[in-house]
């Protein structure tokens, strides 16, 4: 079993910064791939980003690239989310989730979940 702890969220006004954290719990860490996904108010979940197991490859949703990076530390069992140039559209609950998947931006492939931290970003 693995347990995600998400931090960092908050009010920012827009063009501000956030970094948001998720720490994992279990000894399997190292060897899932890591994701951030996003549900606005009435919207579905959405992917936002991931990073593989060793942190070689990342991938962005079209609308965040650029503006965030995801990275992750394995020795600390955390990953990271910078979040840059922030815009009020990306106000959303920011979710972290494990998958043990190479690589997927499908969210019925993440196994685990974290609870959420809101972000909200004013105009």
């Known amino acids: 079993q693995v347990q995600l702890v998400e931090s960092g969220g908050g009010l920012v006004q827009a063009g501000g910064s956030l970094r948001l954290s998720c720490v994992a719990s279990?000894?399997?860490?190292?060897?899932?791939?890591m994701g951030w996904f996003r549900q606005a108010p009435g919207k579905e979940r959405e992917f936002v980003a991931a990073?593989?197991?060793?942190?070689?490859?990342?991938y962005y949703a079209d609308s965040v690239k650029g503006r965030f990076t995801i990275s992750r530390d394995n020795a600390k069992n955390t990953v990271y989310l910078q979040m840059n140039s922030l815009k009020p559209e990306d106000t959303a609950v920011y979710y972290c989730?494990?998958?043990?998947?190479?690589?997927?931006?499908?969210?019925?492939?993440?196994?685990?979940w974290g609870q959420g931290t809101q972000v909200t970003v004013s105009s």
């Open positions: 989730a494990a998958t043990p998947v190479y690589y997927s931006d499908y969210r019925y492939d993440y196994d685990y």
């Open positions: 279990g000894r399997t860490f190292g060897r899932l791939t």
């Open positions: 990073i593989t197991w060793s942190g070689g490859s990342t």
